[in-house]
């Protein structure tokens, strides 16, 4: 009788694991992303693992903080700008002085919304320091950006995802898909 008792147990425990097993994956798939409305005109697709957080100061739309590569210590985050002036050229080279002497990719793309430019940085970053004000820099070695400017209508908004390479290099196309971009469908943009 005992082992009667206990065989059954067994089998629904059994079974149980295997269910959660099996059933984990759509789960995860399910919570893959999710829509954050920033605004009126602009809503991205979050992959679950971002975490949005309070914006660090009030030029920025919002923030969020996304998952380290294995072996990295700084943090990677996702810097998203409502529309302000400069065009996309002045806003290009502007991201591109915050490196030294980077390695450059700059393409253009098409989503539901609009245009976009993406720029593809890797070198040392030189991380603001303090209030933008102040323009205090602290050298990033082995750091990567992949910044955006995505046009809705009139309005070009500004996506800046910067961090340690291997962690940025993680999370590229989820930050592509982010927006509705496709690297596939890119073509190259020479920066005036």
């Known amino acids: 009788m005992f082992m009667f008792c206990h065989r059954p147990l067994f089998f629904v425990g059994l079974l149980l694991g295997c269910s959660l097993m099996f059933s984990s994956p759509l789960t995860i798939q399910a919570e893959e992303s999710r829509s954050v409305p920033l605004d009126e005109s602009l809503t991205l697709q ?9 914006p660090e100061n009030n030029l920025r739309l919002a ?31 502007r991201w591109v002085g915050q490196f030294t002497s980077p390695v450059v990719k700059s393409t253009k793309g098409k989503t539901a919304k609009g245009d976009y430019y993406f720029l593809d ?16 820099t602290i050298d990033k070695p082995g750091y990567r950006m992949l910044a ?45």
């Open 63 to 93: 923030q969020f903080s996304l998952p380290k590569a294995d072996g990295d210590d700084d943090a990677t985050e996702l810097a998203v700008f409502p529309p302000f002036g400069g065009t996309v050229n002045d806003n290009l080279t």
């Open 46 to 54: 979050i992959p679950a693992g971002w975490e949005q957080v309070k």
């Open 148 to 192: 955006v400017i995505l046009k809705v209508g009139e309005a070009n908004y500004f996506l800046k995802l910067t961090g340690p390479e291997k962690s940025v290099a993680a999370q590229a196309d989820a930050f592509r898909k982010s927006f509705g971009g496709a690297e596939d469908s890119e073509s190259a943009y020479e920066m005036k």
């Open 121 to 136: 940085l890797t070198g040392t970053y030189q991380k603001s320091d303090g209030p933008p004000i102040l323009r205090k």
